[in-house]
């Protein structure tokens, strides 16, 4: 008869390393899951019958956090784990044993008694796979409740199976990863792709690589779902103090040709920002009205993204009523009530939402102050995958509300002043006004502001064009290495590349090739220039590369930048993401037929894969 202890569940046994692969059973491990929602302290608690452990005083697992005691702490295989602690007396039975968890009073607070037979999964024992909880809050004591990890090694410190049908992302090389890099002029060994590859020596540094003069930022890049730009230094033949009477939209490519028609006298200042670009000044009293809407669906994300200066101090209302002074505006198309402008409120920037249905009234306002000297980038964002409405300034994501989901179709825009109010207006100066009909991606969004910094000579907190780290310009070819550590499934996940690039690069995951921009095909060498010499750098985002060289353990991304002929200038920054789809605990793969020999084949075989 079996009988069943009870245990204060607080913090439980999650996961068992007890034979791992090799002769040496150094790699065991044990890992402990906080169940509770708050910080558990583990002083004094201890290991039993099995191995033996006591844990220090200040042992804190946090809410829904994971510890590992380890038969060896410096296990490599646990160096992403978190909190590791160890050694522990004795070692895991191959055989199945018990394990107690008790509390500094010797209270029993969590059992496993394994086995490696009858109704506990075998694989366990000896194949590198581990034994895991199917999940952190059921029952040790109950065998039904483990089965073996689906990845050799284990999970060691995550989750060990995602809910069913979520997603793991995992953050591969983050936009702040420091790289090494070799910029000597000299061709590195060919195994520099390699993670085995020795790279002590090279330099460090982080992203954005350039030469002097790489990746000059201005011009716009990111055209994708630009619906209408209205632009100072597109105003041709303008001059000096001008009065404007109208303003061309120059995003054609949605199919939709208009200019905005001026109301009053706004002005055209041909050497307003710090770069010397021009922009179009408002007194107050002056407007331009566009007679076409941008086109944006009612469910549809939004970009409308702005280079202003306010000269004096502006005219304030509330986030609730039409008072005030706007930026911008919509010109009545009896459409509904839909709102997606920014006005000033208590010397700040505002959003001010609204949709067709006349809900939802409000939105969220900036923590910077409107400057009344220097240029702005003021963007407001409709984030449909955030479930939220943002308003930005100079690269900083300043607040933001949550979106309904309800239809909100943006009418024509009125530049400059309130639809109606004729003392509604904005006193300054605007460059450039962009209208995305879609969120963008986070890294197009940043382009575009890195973009308007650039072009317009001012510093914000866009990743602008200037490089964080120099790179040497008589390299020619430049190379550089980021390795990372995956504890994930490869099988299972799939890889995204973001990257800005000037003037050609070849990107190899642990020594395979997965990507290759402005570079002609074949073998590469040290001498290989890129096709053409970019003034831009070319971006991807979002790019889905191939996952079949990745690894669960140490991987690195190496990268080699190449510039076009007769050019130095260069530029490189990139960051690489995961997603993995979450294994079934509940379906187990077994046995398969991997190959078969022929018939007639003088030796016959068959090969079976577990």
């Given at each position: 008869m079996m009988v069943q202890v009870a245990a204060d569940s607080v913090v439980v046994f999650n996961e068992l390393h007890y034979n791992p692969e090799g002769s040496t059973e150094d790699g065991e491990w044990i890992e402990l899951y906080n169940q509770m929602g708050i910080n558990v302290d583990l002083s004094g608690w201890r290991l039993d019958n099995g191995v033996e452990y006591t844990f220090p005083r200040r042992t804190i697992v946090p809410p829904g956090g994971y510890l590992i005691v380890a038969k060896d702490p410096a296990n490599p295989a646990l160096a992403e784990a978190g909190m590791v602690f160890g050694p522990y007396e004795g070692f895991l039975s191959n055989g199945g044993e018990r394990v107690d968890l008790l509390s500094g009073a010797d209270r029993l607070m969590d059992r496993v008694d394994y086995d490696d037979a009858g109704e506990w999964p075998v694989a366990a024992d000896g194949s590198g796979v581990t034994l895991a909880k199917r999940a952190g809050g059921l029952a040790?004591?109950?065998s039904a409740n483990w089965v073996a990890s689906t990845q050799t090694g284990g999970t060691p410190g995550v989750v060990n199976f995602g809910e069913r049908g979520a997603l793991t992302r995992h953050e591969l090389v983050p936009e702040s990863a420091t790289w090494t890099f070799e910029d000597s002029g000299v061709a590195p060994p060919a195994t520099w792709t390699q993670v085995e590859f020795n790279d002590v020596g090279w330099s460090e540094g982080e992203p954005l690589f350039g030469t002097a003069g790489g990746g000059g930022g201005e011009s716009l890049t990111v055209t994708?779902?630009?619906?209408?730009?209205?632009?100072?230094?597109?105003?041709?033949?303008?001059?000096?103090?001008?009065?404007?009477?109208?303003?061309?939209?120059?995003?054609t490519t949605d199919g939709a040709a208009q200019s905005a028609t001026a109301g009053g006298n706004p002005t055209f200042q041909a050497d307003a920002t710090p770069s010397g670009r021009a922009a179009v000044r408002f007194d107050g009293n002056d407007e331009f009205r566009a007679s076409l809407p941008p086109g944006i669906g009612a469910t549809s994300g939004f970009v409308y993204i702005a280079v202003v200066r306010a000269t004096e101090t502006q005219v304030n209302g509330g986030i609730a009523d039409g008072d005030g002074a706007y930026l911008w505006d919509r010109n009545l198309s009896g459409l509904g009530h839909p709102l997606a402008s920014v006005k000033f409120q208590n010397g700040k920037f505002?959003?001010?939402?609204?949709?067709?249905?006349?809900?939802?009234?409000?939105?969220?306002?900036?923590?910077?102050p409107v400057s009344a000297t220097e240029f702005q980038i003021?963007?407001?964002?409709?984030?449909?995958?955030?479930?939220?409405?943002?308003?930005?300034?100079?690269?900083?994501l300043e607040s933001a509300v949550l979106d309904s989901g309800g239809a909100l179709t943006p009418d024509p825009i009125v530049i400059g002043r309130h639809a109606t109010n004729v003392n509604g207006g904005f006193v300054g100066d605007i460059a450039e006004l962009l209208i995305y009909g879609g969120e963008l991606t986070d890294a197009e969004f940043e382009e575009v502001g890195s973009y308007l910094e650039v072009r317009y000579g001012l510093e914000t907190d866009f990743p602008g064009?200037?490089?964080?780290?120099?790179?040497?310009?008589?390299?020619?070819?430049?190379?550089?290495?980021q390795e990372f550590a995956f504890h994930g499934n490869p099988a299972r996940t799939s890889l995204r590349l973001d990257s800005a690039v000037a003037d050609g690069a070849v990107f190899y995951l642990n020594g395979s090739e997965i990507h290759r921009v402005n570079l002609p095909d074949g073998p590469m060498a040290h001498a290989t220039a890129a096709l053409s010499d970019l003034a831009e750098p070319s971006v991807s985002s979002g790019l889905v590369v191939s996952s079949d060289a990745l690894r669960s353990g140490s991987n690195v991304l190496a990268v080699s930048l190449h510039t076009a002929a007769d050019d130095t200038s260069a530029s490189f920054a990139a960051t690489l993401e995961g997603t993995e789809t979450p294994s079934d605990p509940a379906v187990r793969t077994g046995l398969v037929l991997n190959e078969v020999a022929g018939a007639g084949d003088a030796v016959f075989f068959v090969e079976i894969g577990n």
């Open positions: 040790s004591g109950k994708r779902d630009l619906v209408q730009r209205f632009r100072a230094d597109d105003l041709a033949g303008a001059t000096q103090g001008q009065t404007l009477a109208d303003w061309p939209d120059t995003a505002a959003f001010q939402k609204r949709h067709d249905d006349g809900s939802g009234l409000g939105g969220p306002a900036s923590v910077t003021v963007a407001i964002r409709r984030k449909v995958s955030s479930g939220r409405f943002e308003i930005w300034v100079d690269g900083r064009s200037t490089a964080n780290t120099p790179i040497s310009a008589a390299a020619g070819t430049t190379y550089f290495r």
